[in-house]
């Protein structure tokens, strides 16, 4: 609709990763810096690290599409929770080898003799793996065991990993992954755009989609889209987008911080809200047992039970009634005794 009104040639805020957006604010240009560190040393691991919606996609997009495809076979993966053994069959699958009913070894081997094929007509393989946080340490193992294959004393594949900051944690830290951690020779967190980013990042996206100056964005209105969105291209994006449909609607020839305001608060009433909890009041005393039913919410599931603690608790309410039958029983005894001392005073007082 908005690009129909203003003159568009494509919608510039959308979220898909499209290369023809890349925009090269500082965090990604030093990405792209130790992508292409990685590349010029053809071996072991480069490791991207970000937020969602951060931009690595559209830093493998454009990648993929700044290579020298004649120099180099890149192979894009986006892992989906693969086990070691599935990991194996979608690398084998991007480079065109058959996978079905293919044994494990039998699969290496044919994985290593297209690899060698790849090095022979003067070509190197990089193997992008997107989402790697999914990846259990199984099929970062067998990526790691990939990484052996060389020829000549040079590795045939290289691979980048690209995942959300618990993969940077996972790589430090976890038990099973020392090898690759000493395989990792370099990696880069993805930051969110700095303030004065976001304004010529907008403008590029829009001029990339034909933009001719409608609408109009003031300093102001970029200003009030960081401080909503903090940056994250793909917050950026959504609120980008829907300040444009705004303009349509309302007609406008300009947007300013006020405008922002309003579409980011139609966007705040979409989100669903988060549902208040219902406080139990604590059970204390056994007294708290009379409380009517109709006062007391039911339970949305039953309780588990603990046998040992009800059976100390019944323990200790039968020996407080046998204490408390033992104190009537003393201040009974001690009663009869006051009075029976009483009228044997009142006697003698007679008598005399």
Do not use: C
């Amino acid at each position: 609709m908005y690009t129909d009104f203003f003159g568009l040639t494509d919608r510039p805020f959308q979220l898909t990763p499209d290369a023809r957006f890349y925009y090269d604010s500082r965090t990604h240009k030093k990405a792209m810096a130790y992508l292409g560190y990685g590349l010029a040393q053809g071996e072991g691991f480069i490791v991207i690290t970000g937020d969602v919606g951060a931009g690595k996609s559209t830093l493998v997009a454009h990648l993929m599409a700044t290579i020298d495809r004649e120099r180099l076979n890149a192979i894009s993966i986006v892992s989906t929770q693969v086990e070691g053994d599935d990991m194996l069959r979608l690398a084998a699958q991007g480079l065109g080898l058959a996978t079905e009913n293919v044994a494990k070894a039998q699969l290496l081997d044919r994985i290593e003799q297209r690899l060698g094929e790849e090095a022979r007509t003067g070509k190197r393989v990089l193997l992008i793996v997107d989402e790697a946080q999914n990846l259990p340490v199984s099929a970062l193992e067998e990526l790691r065991m990939l990484s052996n294959f060389s020829s000549q004393g040079h590795a045939l594949i290289q691979i980048f990993l690209l995942g959300q900051p618990e993969f940077r944690d996972r790589i430090a830290s976890e038990d099973g992954l020392e090898q690759l951690r000493q395989r990792v020779i370099a990696t880069h967190h993805l930051d969110p755009m700095e303030a004065n980013e976001v304004e010529p990042y907008m403008v590029h996206r829009l001029a990339v989609a034909g933009w001719q100056g409608r609408p109009g964005f003031g300093a102001d209105a970029a200003a009030a889209v960081y401080r909503h969105t903090g940056g994250v291209p793909r917050r950026v994006n959504q609120l980008a987008a829907r300040l444009l449909l705004y303009a349509a609607i309302e007609q406008l020839e300009a947007l300013d911080a006020d405008s922002v305001e309003a579409v980011a608060a139609d966007m705040a009433a979409d989100r669903p809200q988060p549902r208040e909890e219902r406080v139990l009041p604590l059970r204390i005393s056994a007294a708290s047992r009379s409380v009517p039913a109709a006062a007391a919410p039911a339970p949305a599931a039953a309780p588990v039970r603990d046998f040992a603690a009800e059976r100390h608790l019944a323990a200790l309410e039968a020996r407080l009634e046998e204490q408390e039958v033992a104190l009537r029983r003393v201040l009974t005894l001690l009663v009869d005794w006051v009075e029976n001392g009483q009228q044997a005073t009142d006697y003698r007082t007679n008598a005399a």
